[in-house]
């Protein structure tokens, strides 16, 4: 083999491995490549999962955040309600006629007294309807329940206070109307609390 031929060989060796090497080049750029995209895709979608997730979080406390919102106006709304009617409802107790009143009142004590040792405090003007034949029927209805004996009343509620407390070896009991309202109007507000938030 001469020099010419020789020379041809290795350039022909040369130019296929150079061939070689360029399509294996370009082997491992394609699969650069398709490992970037199929990354690149990777990553894109896990973004947007997780920005689909954010955004469905912050969709939810939004809405929770509304909802709250909204049982606070209604939860106000229903305790101005309830204050406005038990306004409205010690207002019509306090204007209640004399006989009216006065049925109230025994109907009160007659549930309320278990001895017949109580003392019964109200107000000056209570004290004065009750004398006479208001104390005699209270004293009948209590000997029928078996409770009787003789009835104390004092007056010691302050002016314009309705309803009576009722003392009993040192513990009083009160059921003056501001009070029973106050009581009854908690009662209520935990119930309608209750109702909203449960």
């Known amino acids: 083999m001469g020099l010419e031929e020789i020379v041809k060989e290795i350039e022909k060796k040369a130019n296929e491995d150079a061939e070689k090497m360029r399509k294996e080049g370009q082997e491992e750029r394609k699969t650069i490549l398709k490992k970037a995209q199929e990354e690149a ?21 939004r809405v929770i955040s509304v909802r709250v919102e909204e049982k606070k106006k209604l939860l106000a709304s229903k305790r101005k309600i309830l204050a406005e009617s038990f ?18 009142m025994k109907r009160l004590l007659v549930s309320s007294i278990d ?24 004293e009948k209805s209590l000997e029928k329940k078996g409770t009787w004996k003789k009835i104390r009343v004092t007056a010691g ?18 059921y003056t109307l501001s ?11 935990i119930e309608v609390a209750k109702r909203l938030l449960g």
Do not use: C, P
Request: hydrophobic share 35%; charged share 45%; net charge negative.
């Open 41 to 61: 895709l990777r990553t894109r979608k896990e973004i947007t999962r997780k920005l689909e997730k954010e955004a469905e979080l912050l969709k939810r406390e």
């Open 87 to 104: 306004k409205q409802a010690e207002e019509e107790l306090r204007g209640l006629g004399k006989q009216e009143y006065m049925s109230l």
């Open 115 to 138: 001895s017949g040792d109580e003392e019964i405090v109200v107000s000056r003007r209570d004290e004065a309807w009750m004398k006479g034949d208001f104390l005699k029927e209270l």
């Open 179 to 189: 009070s029973l309202s106050l009581l009854l109007r908690e009662e209520l507000e």
């Open 157 to 174: 509620l302050r002016e314009g206070e309705r309803g009576f407390i009722l003392k009993k070896e040192g513990v009083h009991l009160n």
